[in-house]
């Protein structure tokens, strides 16, 4: 039962706030030798796993370390390229740390746009006139809620497909918005929110969602 | 604490009289900081009140009048529409909390609007729902007339541009 991010999205579709609140990744840390019997492919900028997946290493998590060493990217801590290095049977064994990806915020931010123009494009899809937009997304591992506020503001939550109450978690993050946010004197309307308060009582809203579970919020 | 209130909306106009020669002044002074205001209420309100969106001007202004105005500032306004066309309304309110300890305007300030600042909120949470409007005050009590009374003016919509948020 989880609920693992917050996005808040202004009404030019920029993103302003994300929160992240998975339980910590799961990282495996291995000892290979050559030959590496995982298959690795450059994507973006990263290596990932193609093919060859086992004990934990799953097929789309990405190299992490190199013998303790963060990877930067596609390239080792000393600036070799990462498949050029496990493609040298001399710097065998090798320790190598495998896991998912995190988004970095710039992803977040063109992500949080394209959801902002998807949006907009479901409600212009619809046989109905005057349609909500999108409110959910469903996919197997997870379901994302959407709300947009009649001032344009949309608060979305990834959240486990089987949390309930998600709807109420919406409404109620849109009150600690204008509580702690808007209520703020310094803080200008459509930029990015850093307000402590607001995190600190967003996070009690989710702990709260979380915990009463796949029944949702006592009424 | 709405006496608190009520006494430091006066102690700000007070000052305001005291930093600016001109009642106009004050009064644009006073709308602009009612609108710095509404731009923000307005989440507030929708948030708190669950309202659901208004599809004429009459219910949006019926929502002013009898929710909004009822949750901030405890009394009720009445509506009526004054133009054929639909888009002007005025809003009567009986009773001001705003001007509770004020008596009258001194003579040297006859014309300031001492209550522009809600003008200024209306003004500004209609302008975050994309309505956009002039609002004025149309009778005043504290100048004589009978009631307080505020005037919305609908005007086109902001925005009409092909794609239209629902």
Redesign the interface.
Known sequence: MAIFSVYVVNKAGGLIYQLDHYAPRADTEKTFSYPLDLVLRPHDERVVVAFGQRDGIRVGHAVLAINGAEVNGRFTADGKDVLEFLGNPANYPVSIRFGRHRLSSNEKLMLASMFHSLFAIGSQLSPEVGSSGIEMLETDTFKLHCFQTLTGIKFVVLADPRQAGIDSLLRKIYEIYSDFALKNPFYSLEMPIRCELFDQNLKLALEVAEKAGPFGPGS | SRELFVLTYGALVAQLCKDYEKDEDVNICLDRMGYGIG??L???F???S?VK?CRSYSETTDMIAQVAFKMYLGVTASVSCTSAAGNEFSLILDKNPLVDFVEELPAERASLCYCNVLCGVIRGALE???LAAEVTFLQDRLKGDAVTEIGITFLRKAEDRK?K??
Do not use: C, G, S
């Open positions: 731009i923000r307005i989440d507030d929708l948030a708190r669950a969106k975050m729902v994309r794609h948020r629902n």
